[in-house]
């Protein structure tokens, strides 16, 4: 199984559960500058502009800036317009691998989603840059904007979600994997994350915690669909103002997975009655035990999640996960 904590282009995030795996605007026919660099390196700033150079040689550059690093890509903005991220999984070859899949399934997924999604605009060896998606990510919204906007948002998100089951499996053979571990697998990882988690747990919660660990998980068979395998809510934008869902982000861990995971996470990030307004918008006949499931992974993923952002000093994720604890554990 490998580690879930994931890069985000616009911010570091936990990620998901992986299975062991258009010209720009600004081309005026000038040449390449950098006017304002904020990268980490002198290096890291001579590799990009080298790489738009050779990619986009009528592109005038006016600024670089480092957004962020996570364990498999790091991420800088350009011009406040473009994503360049920059594989760091592997070998040069793995690396080029994984940007060359990812780009494509990009491409086969764009039609089939009702909602933005990132197009590449380059893609490069180990370099894929696309242009920045309007909106603001859902987790940094205030959380009262959250909680009145919650149902609507998650309506379409449920719909996003009914599209994304529906693509063919063959159309995405080859470029994702499958994730799906046994539910007995994700309540060990989930008394480990607790573990790790306990200091900051209220004590008020723990027994209610401890009682769902000590449980048997859900049983029964579901299908494999596609899906985007890591929908929280630092993955969505929204427009502030109207709540409209504007894009979805990072489909690094895009792979054929229960269909309930993704419900999971909505329910984990905006409560029990965005679950169900989620799946008011998906088909009727293919909602069977996905609400019970949906839980399973919901409570499973916020240990996950508040393990790590105490680790990794990412006060949102602890501060959403120990609200969501209030509608997870009852």
Not at 71 to 80: G, I, K, Q, T
Not at 115 to 142: E, F, H, K, N, S
Not at 150 to 158: K, N, P
Not at 315 to 328: F, I
């Given at each position: 199984?490998?580690?879930?904590?994931?890069?985000?282009?616009?911010?570091?995030?936990?990620?998901?559960?992986?299975?062991?795996?258009?010209?720009?605007?600004?081309?005026?026919?000038?040449?390449?500058?950098?006017?304002?660099?904020?990268?980490?390196?002198?290096?890291?700033?001579?590799?990009?502009?080298?790489?738009?150079?050779?990619?986009?040689?009528?592109?005038?550059?006016?600024?670089?800036?480092?957004?962020?690093?996570?364990?498999?890509?790091?991420?800088?903005?350009?011009?406040?317009?473009?994503?360049?991220?920059?594989?760091?999984?592997?070998?040069?070859?793995?690396?080029a691998s994984l940007v060359?899949?990812?780009?494509?399934?990009?491409?086969?997924?764009?039609?089939?989603?009702?909602?933005?999604?990132?197009?590449?605009?380059?893609?490069?060896?180990?370099?894929?840059?696309?242009?920045?998606?309007?909106?603001?990510?859902?987790?940094?919204?205030?959380?009262?904007?959250?909680?009145?906007?919650?149902?609507?948002?998650?309506?379409?998100?449920?719909?996003?979600?009914?599209?994304?089951?529906?693509?063919?499996?063959?159309?995405?053979?080859?470029?994702?994997?499958?994730?799906?571990?046994?539910?007995?697998?994700?309540?060990?990882?989930?008394?480990?994350?607790?573990?790790?988690?306990?200091?900051?747990?209220?004590?008020?919660?723990?027994?209610?915690?401890?009682?769902?660990?000590?449980?048997a998980p859900p049983s029964?068979?579901?299908?494999?669909?596609?899906?985007h395998n890591d929908l929280?809510?630092?993955?969505?934008?929204?427009?502030?103002?109207?709540?409209?869902?504007?894009?979805?982000?990072?489909?690094?861990?895009?792979?054929?997975?229960?269909?309930?995971?993704?419900?999971?996470?909505?329910?984990?990030?905006?409560?029990?009655?965005?679950?169900?307004?989620?799946?008011?918008?998906?088909?009727?006949?293919?909602?069977?035990?996905?609400?019970?499931?949906?839980?399973?992974?919901?409570?499973?993923?916020?240990?996950?999640?508040?393990?790590?952002?105490?680790?990794?000093?990412?006060?949102?994720?602890?501060?959403?996960?120990?609200?969501?604890?209030?509608?997870?554990?009852?």
């Amino acid at each position: 199984m490998a580690n879930r904590y994931r890069f985000v282009a616009h911010r570091p995030s936990p990620g998901s559960r992986s299975s062991r795996v258009s010209r720009p605007r600004g081309v005026d026919g000038s040449s390449t500058t950098v006017a304002r660099v904020d990268a980490r390196a002198p290096d890291d700033v001579a590799t990009i502009r080298d790489l738009l150079t050779q990619h986009l040689p009528d592109l005038v550059v006016d600024s670089i800036g480092f957004r962020g690093e996570g364990l498999e890509n790091v991420a800088y903005d350009v011009n406040s317009e473009f994503i360049l991220r920059i594989s760091k999984q592997g070998n040069s070859d793995r690396r080029a691998s994984l940007v060359a899949r990812e780009a494509e399934l990009l491409g086969i997924v764009a039609p089939f989603s009702p909602v933005p999604i990132p197009a590449a605009v380059i893609v490069a060896d180990t370099a894929l840059m696309y242009r920045t998606l309007a909106g603001r990510p859902l987790l940094d919204t205030p959380r009262a904007f959250q909680t009145q906007h919650a149902a609507e948002i998650a309506g379409v998100l449920g719909g996003f979600l009914a599209a994304l089951h529906a693509i063919p499996v063959d159309l995405v053979a080859g470029l994702v994997d499958v994730d799906d571990d046994p539910a007995e697998q994700w309540l060990a990882d989930a008394i480990e994350s607790y573990r790790a988690a306990l200091p900051i747990v209220p004590v008020v919660m723990r027994g209610r915690i401890e009682g769902f660990l000590a449980a048997a998980p859900p049983s029964g068979q579901h299908e494999l669909v596609f899906s985007h395998n890591d929908l929280g809510i630092e993955h969505v934008l929204v427009d502030p103002e109207t709540a409209a869902v504007t894009g979805i982000l990072d489909w690094t861990d895009a792979a054929l997975v229960d269909p309930a995971y993704d419900f999971g996470l909505l329910q984990r990030d905006l409560g029990s009655a965005a679950l169900d307004a989620a799946l008011t918008s998906y088909p009727a006949d293919q909602r069977d035990g996905i609400g019970e499931r949906a839980g399973f992974y919901a409570r499973c993923s916020v240990l996950e999640d508040l393990a790590w952002g105490d680790e990794a000093g990412r006060e949102p994720y602890v501060r959403k996960g120990l609200e969501a604890l209030g509608w997870l554990f009852p």
